[in-house]
């Protein structure tokens, strides 16, 4: 499968060379390479290596260490599921499996179409409202199965 | 009038914004204060909105959705509350907050977070301007005398910690705050931060003030944006008050705070830890001693505290650590927040003084188990702590005593489970957990859990052998007696304290294959209640491996060798037919 290469932006080439010299940078950049492209791409990795002067290996170490920071691309609605202790407690797992099931992907995986992706989270700190679902940005919370269906439609009539 | 919305993450989600957006379009001709809040802590209500006449709080509202929108315009104008009644917080649910002592979060959802003025409204940064005029050792003497310890979990003493980053030898010091809140179900940090941002950076300025330092961070979990947006506009406002930055309110004092976003990296809530991803690296524990005070963040004299001790600094200073130390035990003062969750019917923060007895908590404030459900055990600490059971609930709330126990204080999460939780499964979920989060540097730790969560799991699946529970055990002494950090050595908690009080779970599971609360998948077996079954052959069509044979009107069978225990049967079945065991 060939995919087209991501070019570095001219606002985060400055940002890196701004943060250049400031000392524990890197994940502060890793933070705004991700934030640009939604994940950090091989290419703008080995970019940010020469900039900073930090070797690939270590960069890909920091973003293979940290849960936050993902090599591949998101689908267009990123459905978060919390399985932190509160939401498991309150059927977390099973509206995770319920995604899972009903977009026939796995987890950490993106649909053929790229509309959608699943994650399982750590606590999102919305315990009240457990178990909760974000799906970019927006909370859905005291969910249970049956929900499940409606908040991908929700997601597919917008497109 | 003014309608204040609680727009904590909590109230956000659960709609607040919308009803504020709601709200304001009706308002377009300004007759309606409108404003909003951090979190109150009562996250089974939101949203929340409150409703002020010239200052005072005449109404709390709850519950309230953006079809009430209208109605709050309308009421807010005129003056006439009643239409709102059935809005209005009920006197049991009132009881939540009137049986609270708050000190840390003494602001949260009462003052505007991002209004520097409405915390100045209440003796914001009066602390420092008094701290500014005393001597250094002075302050940390205050905080001796109020026996404040760290609220992250560890429980050491404050004045402690300051006092040796303050004695250290070097040039520049630096000061930490963790707000790496990582323990699943634990959220006071982000309230703290969320609601009242100000209280942090005053406690923090007296801190850096008290050990030296000149250069501060804030540690920030990545999951909690709302907290970063509203710290950095809190530090904005600081900075042009002349509270931040050089020379402090001209007292020659300098001191400049910075937020670092973490990563995802729950090992990083261990200082050495956290201060190897503030340096930018993997989170990995070092070697203590050195101590972070004598070599922390670049190997500097650093002092780490928690975001809910640095909250409770302002408060000591204006009214005397005597009067923090009043409140608590012998061997824990003051006051600590909870974070109750799980089966409760009341969740939320809750913070009261140090000595109540966990039965206050969960069943005097947080009004027992939802559901009409049977209370069976309290997790407390997260994936680091253990479970207290039934018999023990009138202990106190105490470092030692909780301690004592087997679990610990922990950073205040009080995740209360009934009788539908199965504790083997909840100790596999929470080995499941440090087992990925272990960060690998450790034998002890990377192979230990992982081998503990095997051997879990193998239990739930209805596969564990004579002798699992004995092996555990050993794993568990090895696992804290050979890890490197607070990770890896607490990590056997949760195993260790639901063995020491549900034992029989465990046996059931292994000799008999049975899972007491009815929740191993593996363990379950479905059957059809001939006297409900009604033939209606459902079940039938909606079992993916034909294990349900039968007649139409006539009670259907599940062919218990073909089963996979999927429970789509249960779930179509309208005549609850189906019966799990």
């Known amino acids: 499968m060939s995919k087209e290469l991501e070019k570095m932006t001219p606002e985060l080439r400055a940002f890196i060379e701004e943060w250049k010299a400031k000392p524990g940078n890197l994940i502060m950049v890793l933070h705004r390479v991700q934030q640009t492209y939604g994940y950090i791409p091989r290419e703008i990795a080995i970019e940010t290596s020469e900039i900073l002067g930090v070797p690939l290996a270590k960069i890909y170490g920091v973003i293979t260490f940290y849960n936050f920071f993902r090599l591949r691309k998101a689908g267009k609605y990123n459905i978060q599921v919390c399985l932190g202790t509160a939401c498991y407690l309150r059927g977390g797992d099973d509206v995770l499996k319920e995604f899972e099931k009903q977009l026939g992907v796995g987890l950490n995986a993106t649909t053929p179409d790229g509309m959608f992706s699943v994650e399982a989270v750590r606590c999102l700190g919305c315990c009240g409202l457990a178990p909760v679902a974000v799906v970019n940005g927006e909370v859905h919370g005291k969910l249970s199965t049956k929900d499940v269906e409606n908040i991908i439609a929700k997601y597919c009539a917008e497109g | 009038m003014k309608l204040v919305f609680g727009e904590g ?36 209500l939101e949203p929340i909105v409150d409703v002020y006449d010239g200052g005072t709080l005449v109404k709390r509202l709850v519950k309230v959705d953006e079809a009430a929108a209208p109605a709050l315009y309308e009421a807010a104008k005129t003056g006439d509350l009643a239409p709102l009644a059935k809005y209005e917080i009920s006197a049991d649910d009132r009881e939540f907050l009137e049986k609270q002592t708050r000190i840390a979060l003494r602001h949260c959802g009462l003052i505007d977070p991002e209004d520097i003025a409405a915390y100045e409204a209440v003796d914001g940064y009066k602390a420092i301007r008094k701290v500014l005029a005393m001597t250094p050792e002075d302050v940390i003497a205050e905080i001796k005398v109020s026996g404040l310890a760290g609220r992250g979990g560890a429980g050491f003493p404050t004045w402690f910690k300051w006092n040796a980053a303050r004695n250290a030898k070097g040039e520049q010091k630096y000061l930490i705050c963790n707000a790496d809140e990582g323990d699943p179900g634990a959220f006071m940090d982000r309230a703290v931060i969320e609601s009242d941002p100000h209280s942090l950076i005053e406690g923090m300025l007296i801190a850096a003030y008290a050990i030296g330092a000149t250069k501060a961070f804030v540690y920030v979990r990545a999951e909690y944006p709302l907290a970063i947006v509203r710290l950095e506009k809190a530090l904005a406002a600081a900075k042009k008050a002349g509270l931040l930055g050089e020379n402090i309110l001209g007292s020659g004092f300098s001191c400049d705070i910075r937020i670092k976003a973490g990563a995802g990296a729950f090992v990083c809530g261990e200082e050495t830890a956290l201060i190897e991803s503030l340096e930018g690296n993997r989170g990995m524990p070092r070697l203590k001693p050195p101590f972070p005070a004598e070599k922390g963040y670049t190997q500097a004299p650093s002092n780490i505290n928690n975001v809910e001790t640095f909250a409770n600094v302002a408060w000591i200073i204006l009214n005397g650590g005597a009067a923090f130390a009043a409140m608590g035990t012998e061997t824990s003062k003051g006051t600590k927040v909870f974070a109750l969750t799980g089966k409760i019917k009341r969740g939320g923060l809750v913070e009261i003084p140090m000595g109540l007895t966990l039965r206050d908590v ?117 696992i804290k007696a050979g890890a490197l950090c607070g990770l890896g050595q607490t990590a056997p908690n949760p195993v260790l304290t639901t063995i020491r009080y549900f034992r029989d779970e465990y046996d059931a599971h292994i000799r008999e294959a049975r899972c007491p609360a009815h929740e191993c998948a593996a363990l379950k077996k479905y059957e059809i209640d001939p006297a409900k079954c009604k033939g209606c052959t459902m079940c039938a069509k909606k079992c993916p491996v034909g294990a349900i044979t039968g007649t139409v009107k006539q009670p259907h069978v599940i062919d218990q060798s073909k089963c996979i225990k999927c429970g789509q049967c249960a779930a179509t079945c309208k005549f609850g037919a189906i019966v799990v065991g």
């Open chain 2, 9 to 44: 993450s909590c109230g956000i989600a659960a709609g607040a914004r919308k009803v504020r957006a709601a709200v304001e379009k009706l308002n377009a001709d300004g007759a309606v204060g409108v404003g909003i809040t951090g979190c109150i802590g009562m996250c089974y």
């Open chain 2, 362 to 478: 969960i069943f005097g404030i947080g009004g027992g188990i939802r559901d009409g459900g049977t209370f069976k055990a309290v997790q407390m600490g997260g994936p680091s702590g253990g479970c207290i059971p039934e018999h023990l609930l009138d202990t106190k709330i105490d470092y030692k005593a909780l301690g004592a126990t087997g679990a610990i204080m922990g950073s205040g999460g009080m995740v209360v489970m009934d009788s539908h939780t199965c504790m083997v499964n909840m100790a596999r979920f929470f080995l499941d957990f440090t087992a990925k989060e272990s960060c690998g540097k450790c034998v002890h730790c990377r192979i230990g859990t992982k081998r503990m969560h095997e051997i879990l799991t193998r239990i739930t699946e209805g596969k564990g052998k004579e002798g699992d529970v004995e092996l555990l055990q050993e794993l568990c002494n090895g």
